[in-house]
């Protein structure tokens, strides 16, 4: 009863799985920075129980520290893969070596913040705040201590550009923020800093002509390290498959070859594309989902048609039906899977990210091609009902259930009669998601029955539309031009 009460009320996602292997190097590489991070508290002679003890806490902090980051970057993406959490904890050990090194020389705000912008940008706002406190306080060098200002300067600063990275949705807004991200640094730390008379650091720079100096070759090297970030930021996205938004956006536009070639190689399957992306963003709205990443894996979500266009109704303008012919339910399935399979691998060859391929299979889920089954069993064939199920597997995210939903809906709704009233358009909208609960395809999704009746609203607003785009306005001779 327990349990049927909790998966009724907040369902429980599975948490992604990472191999032993990838565990434990992450593992080994925590403790790796727990090291170097710590083990300068060692150097001192004589060394006495006191000090080892230090060490340790020290040592078990930062370890803690990483882990709870990991936990973080896990919570705020629940389809994080282990590469990205290498790049996380890599970047990381980069930034405690660099410390080591370059602490004395190369201003923090330099050190930390174009880490913190590549982590805000794949892995989301929280991830890279919990980096960012991560890397600001934990300094190696136990000679080292940042001046108070410059700390409290640091911290803005770097919890700017992770706030705004996380939402930034174009290259053009990243510039931006590289530009004027080091020009608030160079006056908060002229104001701050420089008329103090005090210098970076507490070693040898007591000069005010030299901090400011200082000030001003550190935020310039900070305007460069942010450029150069952006400049690698598609590099990181392509070996660490990160999803940025600016990413997403370029994916959506629809000049891109392969959108290209499905409007004019399959003008059906393009216009039902455009449609279902006009639900699917209205419902991912209402739940409060990821609206790019779902506008843009709709867009997609159908590319395996064109491998065979005229073998899909949307396609055949009323001329002749290819499945006719064939006259072999049985091959007729196996021809809908293919837009499945051939789908993917037009993913493969165009490099789309994993979360955008994932449409691709879930939009289908294991559904039934029922119209080939009840032909195969009016021919008496005996078959298994598994061939004519799509292989799947089901929608694992609230937004790969959102776009089969909007995938099952669109037909109806374009063929319902425009003066259908909105009762009779929400019951064919919920019989037709009631079946795909029924048949457990959104089992995996985390969809929980409030956002499922949310987007049942969300679909009927956008038939609402579809409706109103349909009337006729009455227009004159006179009066075409409004
Ligand atoms: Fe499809
Ligand atoms: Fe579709």
């Keep these: 009863m327990f349990y049927l009460w909790r998966r009724s009320q907040v369902p429980v996602k599975q948490p992604i799985k990472i191999s032993r292997i990838d565990n434990l190097i992450i593992f080994l590489v925590c403790i790796l920075i727990s090291i170097i991070s710590s083990y300068k508290l060692l150097l001192i002679s004589p060394l006495n129980i006191a000090d080892i003890f230090s060490w340790f806490l020290t040592f078990t902090e930062i370890l803690i520290s990483t882990g709870v980051l990991i ?4 919570k705020e993406n629940p389809t994080i893969s282990s590469r990205q959490i290498f790049l996380i904890i890599t970047l990381l050990l980069v930034l405690q070596v660099t410390k080591l090194a370059l602490a004395s020389t190369i201003s923090p705000l330099s050190m930390i913040i174009p880490p913190a912008l590549i982590i805000s940008q794949g892995m989301g706002s929280i991830t890279a705040l919990a980096w960012v406190s991560i890397a600001s306080l934990f300094w190696p060098d136990p000679d080292i201590i940042i001046n108070n200002n410059l700390f409290f300067i640091l911290l803005v600063c770097a919890s700017i550009v992770s706030l705004l990275g996380g939402r930034i949705r174009s290259r053009a807004q990243l510039l931006q923020l590289s530009i004027f ?10 104001i701050l800093i420089g008329k103090d008379k005090m210098s970076l650091f507490n070693i040898n720079k007591q000069d005010f002509v030299f901090a400011n100096g200082d000030i001003f070759s550190d935020s310039l090297l900070l305007a460069i390290a942010m450029l150069f970030t952006i400049l690698f930021i598609p590099i990181f ?4 498959g990160l999803l940025t938004k600016a990413r997403l956006l370029e994916l959506a536009d629809k000049e891109k070859p392969l959108i290209r070639r499905l409007s004019l190689e399959a003008p059906g399957t393009f216009e039902h594309t455009l449609l279902i ?3 699917a963003e209205e419902a991912t709205r209402m739940i409060g989902g990821d609206i790019d990443l779902i506008k843009t894996g709709a867009l997609y979500h159908d590319v395996g048609k064109l491998h065979a266009p005229n073998w899909f109704i949307e396609n055949q303008d009323g001329s002749k039906n290819p499945h006719d012919e064939l006259d072999d339910p049985i091959r007729s399935a196996e021809v809908l899977q293919a837009h499945v399979d051939e789908g993917l691998k037009f993913a493969r060859k165009n490099r789309l990210p994993k979360l955008i391929a994932n449409f691709i299979p879930e939009h289908q889920g294991t559904l039934k091609m029922g119209y080939f089954f009840q032909k195969a069993k009016e021919k008496n064939l005996d078959i298994n009902e598994y061939y004519f199920r799509y292989k799947g597997p089901i929608p694992q995210s609230k937004e790969t259930a959102i776009l089969m939903l909007a995938d099952g809906c ?3 709704l374009r063929a319902m009669n425009i003066n259908a009233s909105d009762k009779e358009a929400l019951n064919t909208i919920s019989n037709i998601i009631y079946s795909r609960i029924k048949d457990g395809q959104l089992d995996d ?5 409030g956002e499922i009746f949310l987007i049942k609203r ?19 001779k ?4 409004s």
């Design 71 to 74: 936990l973080v970057s896990k």
């Design 458 to 476: 969300a679909f009927l607003n956008v038939w609402k539309r579809i409706r109103h785009r349909r009337i006729q306005y009455p227009t004159s």
């Design 478 to 481: 006179n009066n075409t031009f």
């Design 181 to 190: 991200v080091p020009i608030g640094s160079f006056l908060s730390q002229w």
């Design 237 to 240: 996205e392509s070996i660490f």
């Design 410 to 412: 669109e037909a109806a």
């Design 445 to 449: 999704s985390n969809l929980s029955k």
């Design 277 to 279: 992306c006009g639900l």
